[in-house]
Protein backbone atom coordinates (compact mmCIF):
# COMPACT_ATOMS: atom_id res chain seq x y z
CA UNK A 1 0.00 0.00 0.00
CA UNK A 2 1.64 3.22 -1.31
CA UNK A 3 0.67 5.08 1.85
CA UNK A 4 1.42 8.75 -0.69
CA UNK A 5 -2.18 7.48 -1.87
CA UNK A 6 -3.50 8.54 1.56
CA UNK A 7 -5.04 12.07 1.06
CA UNK A 8 -4.40 15.01 4.12
CA UNK A 9 -8.01 15.00 3.62
CA UNK A 10 -8.67 11.86 5.12
CA UNK A 11 -5.83 11.67 7.51
CA UNK A 12 -7.34 15.22 9.06
CA UNK A 13 -10.95 13.28 9.40
CA UNK A 14 -9.21 10.56 11.30
CA UNK A 15 -7.03 12.63 13.42
CA UNK A 16 -10.37 14.85 14.56
CA UNK A 17 -12.91 12.50 14.65
CA UNK A 18 -15.01 11.08 17.82
CA UNK A 19 -16.59 8.21 16.84
CA UNK A 20 -15.63 5.91 14.45
CA UNK A 21 -17.68 3.40 12.90
CA UNK A 22 -16.54 0.30 10.70
CA UNK A 23 -18.48 -2.15 9.34
CA UNK A 24 -16.52 -5.30 8.51
CA UNK A 25 -16.89 -7.98 6.28
CA UNK A 26 -15.41 -11.66 5.47
CA UNK A 27 -12.64 -9.85 3.70
CA UNK A 28 -11.33 -8.82 6.70
CA UNK A 29 -10.77 -12.60 7.87
CA UNK A 30 -9.40 -13.17 4.79
CA UNK A 31 -6.23 -12.75 5.81
CA UNK A 32 -6.44 -15.16 8.48
CA UNK A 33 -7.11 -18.21 6.09
CA UNK A 34 -11.03 -17.80 6.52
CA UNK A 35 -12.73 -17.74 3.37
CA UNK A 36 -15.11 -15.39 1.69
CA UNK A 37 -18.23 -15.82 1.11
CA UNK A 38 -17.27 -15.38 -2.41
CA UNK A 39 -14.44 -17.60 -2.51
CA UNK A 40 -15.38 -20.28 -4.22
CA UNK A 41 -16.01 -23.56 -1.22
CA UNK A 42 -12.95 -25.84 -0.75
CA UNK A 43 -12.44 -29.40 -0.38
CA UNK A 44 -15.80 -31.67 0.65
CA UNK A 45 -17.69 -28.09 0.90
CA UNK A 46 -16.73 -27.37 -3.08
CA UNK A 47 -20.23 -29.24 -4.51
CA UNK A 48 -21.95 -26.87 -2.16
CA UNK A 49 -22.60 -22.65 -2.46
CA UNK A 50 -23.25 -20.90 1.49
CA UNK A 51 -26.50 -20.38 0.43
CA UNK A 52 -27.56 -23.59 -0.02
CA UNK A 53 -26.25 -24.92 3.15
CA UNK A 54 -26.77 -21.54 5.70
CA UNK A 55 -30.35 -21.90 5.66
CA UNK A 56 -33.21 -23.23 7.66
CA UNK A 57 -34.89 -25.28 5.02
CA UNK A 58 -31.38 -26.88 4.27
CA UNK A 59 -31.45 -27.36 8.12
CA UNK A 60 -34.44 -29.32 8.71
CA UNK A 61 -34.00 -30.99 5.30
CA UNK A 62 -30.69 -32.09 6.22
CA UNK A 63 -29.40 -31.09 9.48
CA UNK A 64 -26.61 -33.34 10.03
CA UNK A 65 -25.10 -31.83 6.26
CA UNK A 66 -25.89 -28.73 7.93
CA UNK A 67 -24.45 -29.12 11.51
CA UNK A 68 -21.37 -30.49 10.01
CA UNK A 69 -20.63 -28.00 7.71
CA UNK A 70 -20.77 -25.50 10.74
CA UNK A 71 -18.36 -27.39 12.58
CA UNK A 72 -16.33 -27.60 10.00
CA UNK A 73 -16.10 -23.97 9.94
CA UNK A 74 -15.99 -23.96 13.19
CA UNK A 75 -12.61 -25.99 13.44
CA UNK A 76 -11.32 -23.53 10.73
CA UNK A 77 -11.76 -20.35 13.39
CA UNK A 78 -10.21 -21.87 16.05
CA UNK A 79 -7.01 -22.74 13.91
CA UNK A 80 -6.67 -18.87 12.60
CA UNK A 81 -6.67 -16.14 14.28
CA UNK A 82 -7.25 -12.45 14.07
CA UNK A 83 -4.75 -10.51 11.83
CA UNK A 84 -2.68 -7.23 11.28
CA UNK A 85 -6.38 -5.89 10.04
CA UNK A 86 -8.31 -6.69 12.85
CA UNK A 87 -5.48 -5.44 15.35
CA UNK A 88 -5.27 -2.28 13.62
CA UNK A 89 -9.39 -1.95 14.16
CA UNK A 90 -8.14 -2.50 18.28
CA UNK A 91 -5.34 0.04 18.03
CA UNK A 92 -7.74 2.80 16.81
CA UNK A 93 -9.64 2.58 20.06
CA UNK A 94 -6.27 4.33 21.43
CA UNK A 95 -6.54 7.65 18.77
CA UNK A 96 -10.64 8.31 18.76
CA UNK A 97 -12.63 8.43 22.05
CA UNK A 98 -15.33 6.08 20.64
CA UNK A 99 -14.98 2.98 18.28
CA UNK A 100 -18.01 0.84 17.03
CA UNK A 101 -17.27 -2.22 14.91
CA UNK A 102 -20.33 -3.79 13.08
CA UNK A 103 -19.44 -6.94 12.25
CA UNK A 104 -21.14 -9.47 9.50
CA UNK A 105 -18.52 -12.01 10.24
CA UNK A 106 -19.24 -14.34 13.04
CA UNK A 107 -15.39 -15.69 13.83
CA UNK A 108 -15.01 -13.67 16.73
CA UNK A 109 -11.99 -11.98 15.36
CA UNK A 110 -12.58 -8.09 16.39
CA UNK A 111 -13.11 -9.05 20.32
CA UNK A 112 -10.20 -11.38 20.00
CA UNK A 113 -7.72 -8.83 19.45
CA UNK A 114 -8.74 -5.97 21.52
CA UNK A 115 -11.77 -4.22 20.21
CA UNK A 116 -14.39 -3.30 22.95
CA UNK A 117 -17.68 -2.33 21.15
CA UNK A 118 -18.17 -5.05 18.67
CA UNK A 119 -22.04 -5.21 16.80
CA UNK A 120 -22.19 -8.93 15.57
CA UNK A 121 -25.08 -8.51 13.38
CA UNK A 122 -24.80 -12.42 11.85
CA UNK A 123 -24.13 -14.21 15.00
CA UNK A 124 -21.29 -15.96 16.57
CA UNK A 125 -19.95 -19.06 15.16
CA UNK A 126 -18.69 -20.34 18.17
CA UNK A 127 -22.24 -20.26 19.82
CA UNK A 128 -24.80 -22.85 19.70
CA UNK A 129 -28.83 -22.78 19.97
CA UNK A 130 -31.11 -24.83 19.87
CA UNK A 131 -33.53 -24.85 16.49
CA UNK A 132 -36.85 -25.00 18.36
CA UNK A 133 -36.67 -22.94 21.40
CA UNK A 134 -34.08 -20.74 20.13
CA UNK A 135 -32.38 -20.48 23.78
CA UNK A 136 -28.61 -20.63 23.67
CA UNK A 137 -27.08 -23.79 25.17
CA UNK A 138 -24.08 -24.16 26.29
CA UNK A 139 -23.72 -28.04 27.25
CA UNK A 140 -25.62 -31.04 25.85
CA UNK A 141 -25.05 -34.65 25.61
CA UNK A 142 -22.67 -35.91 23.02
CA UNK A 143 -24.29 -39.17 21.93
CA UNK A 144 -24.00 -41.05 18.35
CA UNK A 145 -27.18 -38.52 16.69
CA UNK A 146 -25.46 -35.38 14.59
CA UNK A 147 -27.04 -32.30 15.49
CA UNK A 148 -27.10 -32.86 19.26
CA UNK A 149 -30.22 -32.48 21.00
CA UNK A 150 -31.84 -29.41 23.29
CA UNK A 151 -31.38 -30.43 26.96
CA UNK A 152 -34.01 -28.45 27.85
CA UNK A 153 -36.55 -29.49 24.99
CA UNK A 154 -35.10 -32.28 22.93
CA UNK A 155 -35.06 -29.77 19.67
CA UNK A 156 -32.03 -29.98 17.21
CA UNK A 157 -29.03 -27.94 17.86
CA UNK A 158 -27.64 -25.44 15.39
CA UNK A 159 -25.04 -22.41 15.16
CA UNK A 160 -26.12 -19.26 16.71
CA UNK A 161 -25.58 -17.38 13.49
CA UNK A 162 -28.36 -15.54 11.06
CA UNK A 163 -29.11 -17.98 8.34
CA UNK A 164 -30.48 -16.75 4.43
CA UNK A 165 -34.35 -15.54 4.73
CA UNK A 166 -34.00 -15.12 9.09
CA UNK A 167 -34.06 -11.95 10.69
CA UNK A 168 -31.14 -10.09 12.34
CA UNK A 169 -31.34 -9.96 15.88
CA UNK A 170 -33.06 -6.75 16.52
CA UNK A 171 -31.22 -5.25 19.21
CA UNK A 172 -27.91 -5.87 17.12
CA UNK A 173 -29.56 -4.03 14.17
CA UNK A 174 -31.01 -1.21 16.44
CA UNK A 175 -27.45 -0.38 17.46
CA UNK A 176 -26.14 -0.85 14.37
CA UNK A 177 -28.20 2.06 12.91
CA UNK A 178 -28.05 4.50 16.39
CA UNK A 179 -24.10 4.20 15.69
CA UNK A 180 -23.99 4.51 12.57
CA UNK A 181 -26.40 8.17 12.39
CA UNK A 182 -24.20 9.42 15.41
CA UNK A 183 -20.60 9.12 13.45
CA UNK A 184 -18.49 11.08 12.28
CA UNK A 185 -16.53 8.70 10.11
CA UNK A 186 -17.99 5.32 9.05
CA UNK A 187 -15.36 2.66 7.26
CA UNK A 188 -16.31 -0.06 5.42
CA UNK A 189 -13.97 -2.80 5.17
CA UNK A 190 -13.96 -6.36 3.64
CA UNK A 191 -17.35 -6.17 2.88
CA UNK A 192 -19.20 -6.89 -0.74
CA UNK A 193 -22.25 -4.32 0.43
CA UNK A 194 -24.03 -7.03 -1.77
CA UNK A 195 -26.51 -8.23 1.50
CA UNK A 196 -28.49 -6.18 2.61
CA UNK A 197 -29.39 -4.87 5.75
CA UNK A 198 -25.51 -4.64 6.42
CA UNK A 199 -25.32 -3.41 3.34
CA UNK A 200 -27.46 -0.26 3.90
CA UNK A 201 -25.42 1.02 6.69
CA UNK A 202 -22.74 2.96 4.61
CA UNK A 203 -25.90 4.43 2.49
CA UNK A 204 -27.22 5.68 5.97
CA UNK A 205 -24.09 7.33 6.38
CA UNK A 206 -23.73 8.92 3.29
CA UNK A 207 -27.40 10.45 3.31
CA UNK A 208 -26.47 12.08 6.66
CA UNK A 209 -23.51 14.05 4.77
CA UNK A 210 -20.90 11.35 7.08
CA UNK A 211 -17.52 11.05 5.96
CA UNK A 212 -17.36 7.31 3.90
CA UNK A 213 -13.56 5.33 3.39
CA UNK A 214 -14.32 1.84 1.68
CA UNK A 215 -11.12 -0.77 2.44
CA UNK A 216 -11.22 -3.57 -0.41
CA UNK A 217 -8.28 -4.89 -2.89
CA UNK A 218 -11.71 -4.77 -5.74
CA UNK A 219 -14.22 -2.47 -6.26
CA UNK A 220 -17.86 -2.68 -5.16
CA UNK A 221 -21.31 -1.29 -5.58
CA UNK A 222 -20.18 1.35 -2.98
CA UNK A 223 -17.15 2.01 -4.56
CA UNK A 224 -18.46 5.00 -6.50
CA UNK A 225 -20.49 6.30 -3.82
CA UNK A 226 -17.57 6.76 -0.49
CA UNK A 227 -15.35 9.37 -0.19
CA UNK A 228 -12.05 7.57 -0.33
CA UNK A 229 -11.51 3.78 -1.51
CA UNK A 230 -7.91 2.62 -0.53
CA UNK A 231 -7.71 -0.39 -2.55
CA UNK A 232 -5.77 -3.11 -0.97
CA UNK A 233 -5.93 -5.99 1.79
CA UNK A 234 -7.23 -4.90 5.14
CA UNK A 235 -4.39 -6.24 6.52
CA UNK A 236 -2.08 -4.10 4.86
CA UNK A 237 -3.97 -0.80 4.18
CA UNK A 238 -5.14 -0.63 7.94
CA UNK A 239 -2.16 -0.39 9.63
CA UNK A 240 -0.51 1.86 7.13
CA UNK A 241 -3.47 3.79 7.65
CA UNK A 242 -2.75 4.12 11.20
CA UNK A 243 0.97 4.62 11.33
CA UNK A 244 0.47 7.61 7.79
CA UNK A 245 -2.16 9.64 10.25
CA UNK A 246 -0.64 8.82 14.12
CA UNK A 247 3.19 8.40 12.96
CA UNK A 248 4.22 8.71 16.71
CA UNK A 249 2.08 5.36 16.83
CA UNK A 250 0.40 4.18 19.74
P1 LIG B 1 -18.22 -11.45 0.64
O1 LIG B 1 -17.52 -12.75 0.44
O2 LIG B 1 -19.50 -11.15 -0.07
O3 LIG B 1 -17.24 -10.25 0.23
C1 LIG B 1 -15.93 -10.24 0.72
C2 LIG B 1 -15.31 -8.92 0.30
O4 LIG B 1 -14.02 -8.85 0.88
C3 LIG B 1 -15.13 -8.79 -1.21
O5 LIG B 1 -15.57 -7.50 -1.63
C4 LIG B 1 -13.63 -8.93 -1.41
O6 LIG B 1 -13.15 -8.13 -2.50
C5 LIG B 1 -13.11 -8.40 -0.10
N1 LIG B 1 -11.80 -8.90 0.30
C6 LIG B 1 -11.20 -10.06 -0.03
N2 LIG B 1 -9.99 -10.14 0.57
C7 LIG B 1 -9.85 -9.00 1.32
C8 LIG B 1 -8.83 -8.48 2.16
N3 LIG B 1 -7.69 -9.16 2.38
N4 LIG B 1 -9.03 -7.27 2.74
C9 LIG B 1 -10.16 -6.56 2.52
N5 LIG B 1 -11.18 -7.01 1.72
C10 LIG B 1 -11.00 -8.20 1.13
O7 LIG B 1 -18.40 -11.29 2.20
P2 LIG B 1 -19.37 -10.29 2.95
O8 LIG B 1 -19.44 -8.96 2.26
O9 LIG B 1 -18.97 -10.30 4.37
O10 LIG B 1 -24.34 -13.41 5.27
O11 LIG B 1 -20.78 -11.03 2.80
C11 LIG B 1 -21.85 -10.45 3.49
C12 LIG B 1 -22.75 -11.57 3.91
O12 LIG B 1 -23.06 -12.39 2.77
C13 LIG B 1 -22.14 -12.54 4.90
O13 LIG B 1 -22.19 -12.09 6.20
C14 LIG B 1 -23.06 -13.73 4.70
C15 LIG B 1 -23.15 -13.75 3.20
O14 LIG B 1 -24.39 -14.17 2.76
C16 LIG B 1 -24.91 -14.39 6.09
O15 LIG B 1 -24.32 -15.43 6.32
C17 LIG B 1 -26.26 -14.05 6.60
Keep these: MNTTTISSALID ?4 AQHVVVLTG ?5 ESGIPTFRDAQTGLWAQYRP ?8 FMSNPRLV ?8 ELVSHAAPNPGHFALATLQ ?17 QQAGSQT ?16 NTIVDQWDETDEVPPRCPSCNGLLRPDVVWFGETLPL ?12 CDLFLSIGTSALVHPAASLPYEALQRGTTVVEINPDATPL ?17 ALLATTWPEGG
Design 13 to 16: ALRT
Design 26 to 30: AGISA
Design 51 to 58: EELATPEA
Design 67 to 74: WEWYAWRR
Design 94 to 110: QHIPQVTVITQNVDGFH
Design 118 to 133: VIELHGNITRTKCFDD
Design 171 to 182: TALDAAYAATTG
Design 223 to 239: TGDVHYSLRGPAGVVLP
